[in-house]
């Protein structure tokens, strides 16, 4: 019973995740229709990997122009945590891209998309899996290291002409100006 229940583990942890799409319209009159799946992915957290269970892009009379909504959707709150792309994205020609981010957790926060030319051979599309990268840590309270005389290690910089003589500059530029010329 054990070895099953281990058998079975992956299995569970397993989980599916629907991305839905929607077109906007430029209207704000007109009715929006419902969201639509998309792509249907199968992602195991425990390992960071996915795959494509199922895709269906849009289908319709849509301008190379027309926009589209593409993420995940809560129909209890009605949010959307995705991206809007172009129509002309969906074009045979494409490779498209699903980047499915995800927390320490493991967990599904925000989906992406990018297309690419398709090469010879490549699938139609690609999942991946971007994990949320860490951000650079202060060094705070990091000590300040004095030498004997009580000054910073290191070089001072070498100063520049006119950091150096900017006073003698403006003496000179006073004095032309206060003499004035020769009356004639």
Same mark, same amino acid.
């Given at each position: ?55 269906? !892009? ?5 301008? &190379? %122009?027309?926009?589209?909504? #593409?993420? @995940? ?5 009605? =949010? ?50 971007? !994990? ?5 840590? &202060? %060094?705070?309270?990091?000590? #300040?290291? @004095? ?5 910073? =290690? ?31």
């Amino acid at each position: 019973m054990r070895l099953l229940n281990l058998l079975l583990l992956p299995a569970a942890l397993a989980s599916t995740i629907t991305i839905y799409t929607n077109p906007l319209h430029r209207d704000s009159a007109a009715t929006i229709p419902s969201p639509t799946p998309l792509a249907t992915i199968s992602y195991d957290p425990s390992t960071a990997s996915a795959s494509l269970a199922s895709y269906h !892009p849009p289908t319709g009379a849509y301008t &190379p %122009s027309h926009l589209f909504r #593409i993420g @995940l959707f809560d129909p209890a709150t009605k =949010e959307w945590k995705g991206v809007v792309t172009s129509s002309a994205s969906f074009a045979d020609e494409y490779l498209k891209k699903f980047i499915l981010h995800v927390d320490e957790r493991g967990e599904v926060y925000h989906v992406g998309f990018g297309t690419a030319g398709k090469t010879a051979g490549s699938d139609e599309v690609e999942i991946e899996v971007s !994990p949320r990268a860490k951000g650079p840590q &202060p %060094s705070l309270n990091k000590p #300040i290291v @004095l030498n004997a005389e009580g000054k910073l =290690e290191g070089k001072e910089p070498e100063k520049t002409f006119l950091q150096k003589y900017w006073w003698a500059l403006l003496l000179f530029l006073a004095v032309q100006l206060l003499v004035g010329g020769g009356k004639e």
